[in-house]
């Protein structure tokens, strides 16, 4: 989309002012994510020094002034975690400390987000601590892409934007116009978000997979709730870590008579051994989004990195515009 045509789409950008009050900036951990949004939106990205001194320590520094202007930090906290948070925090509390009218975190994907609540005695509610934290730097909004936990938003006590990666991965999948369709959520935590997909897909049947966790990155799966026999299954995730639950949920639709799997997430997180688990012939294809770069080491045939830019770019819009971005997915 060029820029004319991206600022005819936009009247948030519309008048020489408001553009020139909008201000993105991008973290390190993905720039390629925040030029294409910056594209959609018809600006070009903040400039900004960032380094990292020899003992780890980092530093950032706007290049350019910020009074009064309305700034977005796009930075998903993917690997290495601790370093893409620590660097959104400091360029929050650049950004605050040169006296920008308003501050939004843009949290493609948001961290910590699995420790959402206390599973047993003496264990920290991370998830928690890291919304403590984004607002203590001061931060004035947060705009994330699908949560783990959509209660996180509740952890913040500033203007919270939840927006999903789904319309992106059903406008893909309803272009296949499989047939004998079946959404299967691959545990009981992701029925919503399964439901919610299958509605998207013309009201495809779902199936559920019983699974219990034995430990952390380990999942024991036990029995599929659900008709799956001749059918094309889609599983539906938020992430794909180290891929253990999409593997066995695989294995196991396949001896329930599934004819073809596709694996669909939002978060290709991908940690070792997610890549050799995901092309060993288990699916057909593995389709992810760009909120976290995948880099050309990590990729494998079957699988296909959609971009959410668009979807980030019209959220960011219709916030610096005061229109609404839940209207974006009904």
Do not use: W
Request: proline share 4%.
């Amino acid at each position: 989309m060029s820029p004319s045509a991206a600022l005819a789409l936009h009247p948030a950008l519309s008048s020489a002012t408001e553009q020139s009050r909008l201000r993105i900036f991008s973290g390190s951990a993905n720039v390629d994510l925040s030029q294409e949004v910056a594209r959609y939106l018809g600006i070009t990205l903040g400039p900004m020094v960032q380094k990292t001194f020899a003992d780890g320590e980092l530093y950032v520094q706007i290049q350019e002034s910020i009074r009064g202007r309305d700034v977005y930090l796009i930075q998903p906290c993917c690997k290495p975690v601790n370093d893409h948070f620590m660097e959104l925090l400091i360029m929050i509390d650049a950004c605050r400390r040169a006296s920008a009218r308003q501050v939004t975190a843009v949290l493609p994907y948001y961290c910590y987000a699995r420790a959402d609540r206390k599973t047993a005695g003496r264990e920290s509610i991370a998830a928690k601590l890291i919304a403590n934290l984004v607002v203590k730097a001061g931060a004035n909004r947060v705009l994330a892409m699908d949560l783990h936990s959509a209660q996180i938003q509740g952890y913040f006590d500033i203007p919270f934007d939840h927006v999903y990666g789904s319309p992106v991965l059903i406008r893909y999948l309803a272009e296949k116009a499989f047939p004998d369709l079946v959404v299967v959520s691959p545990d009981v935590g992701g029925v919503a978000r399964a439901r919610a997909f299958a509605k998207k897909l013309d009201d495809a049947p779902l199936a559920i997979i019983d699974k219990r966790r034995q430990a952390h990155n380990k999942a024991e799966v036990l029995n599929v709730i659900g008709d799956v026999r001749g059918k094309t299954v889609v599983l539906v995730d938020d992430m794909i870590d180290t891929a253990g639950t999409m593997h066995e949920a695989s294995r196991l639709l396949r001896r329930e008579g599934a004819e073809r799997i596709y694996a669909c997430a939002t978060h290709a997180v991908l940690s070792d051994p997610a890549c050799e688990r995901l092309s060993d012939g288990s699916f057909e294809e593995v389709i992810v989004t760009n909120t976290i770069p995948v880099p050309e080491s990590r990729r494998f045939s079957q699988l296909t990195v959609l971009s959410v830019a668009d979807l980030i770019g019209e959220a960011i819009s219709r916030i610096h515009d005061d229109s609404s971005v839940s209207s974006m997915f009904r």
